[in-house]
């Protein structure tokens, strides 16, 4: 405790000052010089620096010269280890400033590194940062990607997140594998990459937007949350055998998976030839499938979700997102369990499912219907509505609220698509 005559900011316990300056931004941080003699210098130790939107705040005015010059006065003043460094500037265009900035940082014991150029051409990252082997998160964006022959890796990196990032299909596969305790990877790729392999010990999270052509998982025994986005056309979309061969091989080495969200290209490649009744290894973990532009009028798309669902005894929540275009739709059917070969699915688990992009086909009545009878435990169905009238979309309403359901604690809520 301090007498009456002291002021209080001049007392603050170190500990608590630390905290106070780390959540603040950069430049007020800085600011704080004023208060006290105790924390004219305080900031010049923070463990971590943020130039990003915040920063700029402040500096909109202000012209490249200046800022650049303020980045460079708060680098040269600070003293001590920077565990954070991130750089996320609008108006950084010069290449050799970013290299200036990286080569101060690699030598300071940098653990979380975030770069995300968002103007002007690729930056090309330069040979200091791969010696970052401190590294323990790493996150870029419109970068250029191209490790020296020497490069053995970040043997520490526990997070990676590549967007808009030029580099090879082999060398992003050889970036992967030399990460032995990466636990979160995040890729959104604007450009094709061919094949790609993905071998995490550790992984827990994978995260791949983008236009790979294969992509293969192997020795991701802790593999637990999965999303795949191929953004490929339906209209173009063709699998090789290869592709094929590791959609479903994705399935077999993630065998505590807890939560899988694929998109149709994936689905594609799982049904291309042909989908099994149930899949190899029995996903006991799953509880939550999230499946995007499935077109209930396809039997491909269809057999690949009940499969899914066969393989998943402990589901607990599914959500469709339907595809309405044009397809190859097979004929109305009258009963779609036994169209489908769904007269055994047990989903016993079940607590909630929202149908997403739902015009009233047939088959998608069906799929619901089906969900409803099988599901003892369901909780909550979400219909999101996609039809062309109001009249319609009562037609669908009363058509669904008929069916029988096994729950008898089941809700079903309808919204139109534009409420959601």
């Not at 939107?53 to 012209?63: N, P």
């Not at 330069?126 to 970040?154: A, T």
Request: one cysteine or more; charged letters at 25%.
């Amino acid at each position: 405790m301090c007498d009456s005559t002291s002021d209080i900011i001049s007392h603050v316990p170190g500990n608590i000052l630390d905290k106070i300056l780390m959540c603040l931004p950069l430049q007020d941080a800085v600011r704080t010089s004023i208060l006290s003699r105790k924390w004219r210098y305080a900031w010049v130790k923070l463990p971590q620096l943020v130039f990003d939107r915040m920063f700029y705040r402040d500096l909109s005015k202000a012209t490249h010269t200046k800022l650049m010059m303020i980045i460079y006065q708060v680098m040269l003043h600070h003293r001590g280890p920077i565990m954070k460094f991130t750089l996320s500037l609008s108006r950084l265009k010069s290449c050799s400033e970013i290299d200036l900035l990286i080569l101060f940082v690699s030598s300071n014991d940098i653990q979380d590194f975030t770069l995300h150029k968002m103007r002007g051409e690729l930056y090309k990252l330069p040979s200091s940062l791969y010696s970052c082997l401190q590294l323990r998160h790493l996150k870029l964006r419109s970068c250029i990607l191209k490790p020296l022959p020497e490069f053995e890796g970040f043997t520490r990196l526990i997070s990676l997140d590549l967007y808009d990032v030029v580099i090879a299909d082999d060398v992003l596969s050889s970036l992967i594998s030399n990460c032995p305790l990466l636990e979160d990877l995040r890729l959104h790729s604007s450009t094709s990459l061919h094949s790609l392999e993905v071998v995490g010990p550790n992984l827990k999270k994978v995260n791949c937007e983008g236009h790979f052509r294969s992509i293969c998982f192997t020795n991701t025994s802790r593999l637990a949350n999965v999303e795949i986005y191929l953004n490929e056309n339906r209209k173009q979309r063709f699998c090789s055998k290869e592709e094929t061969s590791n959609s479903v091989m994705l399935l077999e080495n993630v065998p505590v998976i807890e939560s899988l969200e694929l998109d149709y290209c994936y689905v594609k490649g799982i049904a291309a030839y042909g989908v099994p009744t149930t899949l190899p290894t029995t996903l006991n973990n799953l509880k939550n499938i999230e499946l995007y532009e499935i077109c209930f009028g396809e039997r491909d798309d269809i057999s690949v979700l009940i499969c899914l669902i066969r393989s998943s005894p402990n589901l607990e929540e599914v959500t469709i997102h339907a595809f309405t275009g044009a397809t190859s739709a097979s004929p109305t059917v009258l009963d779609f369990s036994e169209v489908h070969g769904c007269s055994d699915v047990s989903v016993n688990q079940l607590r909630r499912v929202d149908m997403k992009n739902i015009s009233g086909t047939k088959p998608e009545l069906e799929f619901i219907k089906l969900l409803l009878a099988k599901s003892p435990m369901l909780d909550t169905m979400l219909i999101e509505l996609n039809s062309e009238s109001v009249a319609d979309e009562l037609r669908i309403v009363k058509e669904l609220t008929r069916l029988r359901r096994a729950s008898p604690q089941a809700e079903m809520n309808f919204v139109h698509q534009d409420e959601d």
